[in-house]
């Protein structure tokens, strides 16, 4: 393993709050990453549905990693990300890093704050999809469901299931 250096150790994971100076950064992050597969939506849409998602806890709410006051990372628990499957609810999604912040097992810490987030709230079951990151998510233990096209992109749906979560207090 790679010896972690001091910007890395000093990344912390916070709730992103609606009144965030962050939520541009972010809401742009993600309809730059992602817009292709809503190509009518405009991005004051989706900045309004962004700081949506920054709920207080449970579904929906979304998690930035911060070098000091950077954001360099983040990852949301949604109701609905794949709007062809309604019968699938919750979504881990926009799991989305910097590209000089990638490699560093930031965005394996952000999936599993994720993960505990749904655990706390008492989801034991949910799901994701991604054209390209497959083996970040086995590693971190999510099962391959099936390959279809989601909006003219080839993806991997993937599920995880959690145990139930222990008594004690929630994450912050």
Do not use: K
């Not at 009518?40 to 070098?67: H, I, N, T």
């Not at 950077?70 to 590209?99: E, K, Q």
Request: with cysteine; hydrophobic share 40%.
């Amino acid at each position: 393993m790679t010896p972690r250096s001091a910007a890395e150790d000093e990344v912390r994971l916070e709730r992103l709050t609606p009144a965030s100076p962050h939520v541009l950064s972010l809401a742009r992050w993600e309809f730059q990453q992602w817009s292709y597969l809503d190509p009518e939506r405009r991005l004051d849409e989706a900045l309004f549905a962004f700081r949506e998602q920054c709920g207080p806890g449970g579904v929906p709410s979304v998690f930035v990693a911060l070098c000091g006051d950077l954001p360099v990372g983040m990852a949301s628990l949604i109701a609905d990300d794949m709007h062809d499957r309604p019968d699938l609810t919750p979504w881990l999604a926009s799991v989305y890093m910097l590209p000089a912040w990638r490699g560093r097992g930031i965005a394996s810490r952000l999936v599993q704050r994720v993960e505990e987030e749904a655990r706390a709230h008492g989801i034991e079951h949910f799901h994701l999809f991604t054209s390209d990151r497959q083996s970040l998510y086995r590693r971190l233990g999510w099962d391959e469901q099936e390959r279809c096209v989601y909006r003219g992109e080839a993806v991997t749906l993937m599920s995880r299931r959690l145990p139930p979560a222990a008594d004690g207090p929630e994450p912050a």
